[in-house]
């Protein structure tokens, strides 16, 4: 990493708040170029506290982009961090309507030529893209990074039409314990308590909404731009990363946006910005990248890749939680779906076979959401296929795949309601298996993701489903394995029938893979990271034991499985304008191997902001927890927040939500 200390242009920063129409008050922080000059604003537009949270990696960039000449711009949502007003869900109409309006407010200020980009990763790229789809005139361009066009499907609520059980449930206690926490009185000024009591009376649990909802009806439908891409007319920079669950959104983008104003980007990463050399590797210059977007874009000057996407294709590996870098190459494809890619068949052969997977299947999954953790990735596969239907394909000369590869399966279920799952592993000599890719249906939305149709008992039906994006090269002497289960917990919540399991038929059934011609070599290539000086956080140290990332428990009296997970977002960390903050978190994950009705997810969070200087120190602790019946789901949450040793606030909320779907 380069970190970049000269600049074209001198810079300044300032915190203001922007007004809004109804009189709510946005907090902001806005890096300048010493200029008499108008120049372009770019906005990062997130829930996530720029005075704290996202401070870190703020100062990687928007102060890069003001030494380039344009204004940065980071705002914080409504009723988070230090702004005014009241929390709602995410990205709902308030929230994207408040961004249309920031985006004309820069638009209008002196320092501003009238030119606006957006950008942001995971929520601000989200709604970057929703903002987009809103056509304000100002918004020129935007950088879209590990976002989706499909709010039902390629995000954290739900996969294949299951309930995703993992984010859906740790997500929704995670936003419950970040909109808990207090504005800052060293910012938010005196008025901060009474910001802060309103903003609470005012939280709901984002998982009762999101359970309320469990096939793709408006609800998702709103702030999903694939409902109508015609209604984006900035020009979309999409960027994602093939260890992101939200990379086939990048494939989709370049597939159905005007080709004349977008542009794909699709490397090796986790759910990070591409340079800040996170695990897996390797970082680009991204920074310098998206410069030359907003200069051409922005400024009228430069010119845009001529590749519509840049993908990079990963040599085998062996099965590893983490790799600091994937050896590989990157391609160009000059059309989405590519004319280099041919789609490659490969039947299923044998007999029929009873596939009636142990429900801790998927223990072995990986996180959902990688941000480059030691134990973030899938270990070997091995265990996971043993409790799996295997089907193996030699590989006689080496094969990259690039797109989204495909099955059909010819099934037979007992019951009405179940879950198909499919894995694609690269086997090695050695008999290793690292996965690959995968993909999920839930067998009542096998006509549609927008409703629930029950499977007739004893009927047999073919089923097909498409399984995540990715670039990987088979080498030859490997052998492609195709692993199909019925379970995947903590992935997918298990349907109450769900020990029942399914027979596969494997005449008919077939792996449908997307093959990319080989190349001697590309000339895609990239900068070096760099950025600006970082803002000089402290990590102290403890002698404390770190607890595990990952750690399963096999209770064997019991057959009872239980997965402790520690997400490692931040920690203890002191700001240099002396705020500390503490951060701990625990998910856990239980359920016995026959029955579906054991599924538990529980999820406690501890947050502590203190500021020795201004004798302040306030808590927010919560707990959500959520099971199942046959007909319901149950869901638990508590919250507790304290100012002093004083508590302030005590909540907690009981649920029962029909299981219509999941």
């Known amino acids: ?251 989709r983008l370049v597939e159905h946006l005007p080709a004349d104003r977008v542009r794909g980007l699709i490397g090796p990463w986790s759910h990070q910005y591409p340079d800040r050399g996170l695990p897996p590797g390797p970082a680009i210059g991204f920074l310098q990248e998206t410069l030359r977007w907003w200069d051409y874009w922005l400024k009228g000057k430069g010119a845009l890749p001529e590749s519509l996407l840049r993908a990079y294709v990963s040599d085998s590996h062996p099965p590893a939680t983490v790799y600091d870098t994937l050896p590989g190459r990157w391609v160009a494809e000059p059309a989405w779906p590519s004319p280099q890619v041919t789609k490659v068949t490969y039947a299923l052969q044998g007999a029929p076979v009873l596939v009636r997977s142990p429900l801790h299947t998927g223990v072995d999954a990986g996180r959902f959401l990688p941000f480059g953790n030691d134990a973030d990735l899938p270990p070997d596969q091995r265990e996971e296929d043993a409790r799996s239907a295997c089907f193996e394909f030699a590989v006689g000369e080496e094969a990259w795949v690039l797109g989204r590869p495909k099955v059909r399966l010819r099934l037979t279920s007992e019951v009405s309601r179940g879950q198909v799952i499919a894995r694609v592993c690269d086997v090695a000599p050695d008999g290793s298996s690292t996965l690959v890719t995968r993909g999920v249906l839930n067998l009542s939305a096998r006509h549609g993701r927008d409703r629930a149709v029950p499977w007739e008992p004893g009927a047999t039906q073919d089923v097909e489903f498409e399984l995540n994006g990715i670039g990987h090269a088979f080498p030859a002497g490997h052998r492609i394995r195709l692993a199909v289960s019925s379970a995947y917990w903590p992935w997918v919540w298990p349907q109450a029938e769900s020990a029942a399991g399914f027979t596969l038929d494997p005449a008919g059934s077939f792996l449908e893979l997307p093959v990319r011609a080989r190349e001697a070599a590309s000339d895609v290539s990239f900068e070096g990271p760099e950025q600006a000086e970082p803002l000089g956080v402290n990590y102290p140290v403890t002698l404390d034991e770190p607890r595990p990332e990952r750690l399963v428990v096999r209770d064997v009296a019991k057959d009872e499985w239980r997965l402790e997970v520690d997400p490692r977002y931040g920690g203890t960390r002191v700001y240099p304008d002396g705020l500390e903050f503490t951060e701990d978190a625990l998910e856990t994950y239980t359920i016995r191997s026959a029955d579906p009705l054991s599924a538990r997810a529980r999820s406690d969070w501890s947050i502590r902001l203190h500021r020795p200087e201004l004798a302040w120190d306030t808590t927010v602790r919560t707990r959500s927890e959520l099971t199942c019946d046959a007909e319901d789901f149950i869901a638990s949450n508590e919250v507790m927040c304290t100012d002093g040793g004083e508590v302030v606030f005590h909540r907690t909320w009981e649920k029962r939500i029909p299981r219509t779907a999941g």
Not at 10 to 38: F, K, M, N, Q
Not at 145 to 161: A, F, K, L, M, Q
Not at 189 to 208: C, I, N, Q, T
């Open 1 to 251: 990493m380069h970190i970049r200390t000269s600049f074209p242009y001198e810079t300044t920063h300032e915190d203001l708040r922007i007004p809004l129409a109804d009189g709510t008050l946005l907090y902001a922080r806005v890096w300048r170029p010493l200029t008499d000059e108008p120049v372009p604003a770019l906005l990062e537009y997130l829930p996530y506290r720029l005075t704290d949270w996202t401070a870190p990696r703020d100062f990687q960039r928007h102060p890069w982009y003001a030494g380039h000449g344009y204004a940065s711009v980071r705002v914080d949502v409504r009723g988070h961090g230090n702004s005014e007003g009241l929390p709602t869900d995410e990205y709902s109409a308030t929230e994207l309507a408040d961004g249309v309006e920031v985006v004309n407010w820069l638009a209008a200020q002196p320092w501003c030529d009238g030119k606006v980009g957006m950008f942001g990763i995971s929520w601000g790229g989200f709604n970057s893209l929703q903002i987009a789809a809103l056509a304000p005139e100002p918004l020129k361009a935007i950088v879209t990074v590990c976002s989706t066009d499909d709010r039902y499907d390629n995000d954290v609520h739900y996969t294949g039409g299951s309930v995703l059980a993992a984010d859906m449930h740790a997500w929704a206690a995670t936003m419950l314990a970040f909109v808990s926490r207090p504005p800052d009185p060293q910012y938010a000024g005196d008025a901060w308590r009474d910001l802060w009591l309103k903003r609470l009376e005012a939280v709901e649990p984002l998982l009762h909404t999101w359970l309320d909802h469990q096939t793709r009806d408006d609800y998702w439908r709103h702030g999903s731009v694939c409902e109508d891409y015609g209604a984006i007319e900035a020009a979309v920079l999409a960027v994602g990363g093939w260890h992101d669950p939200y990379r086939d959104t990048v494939l």
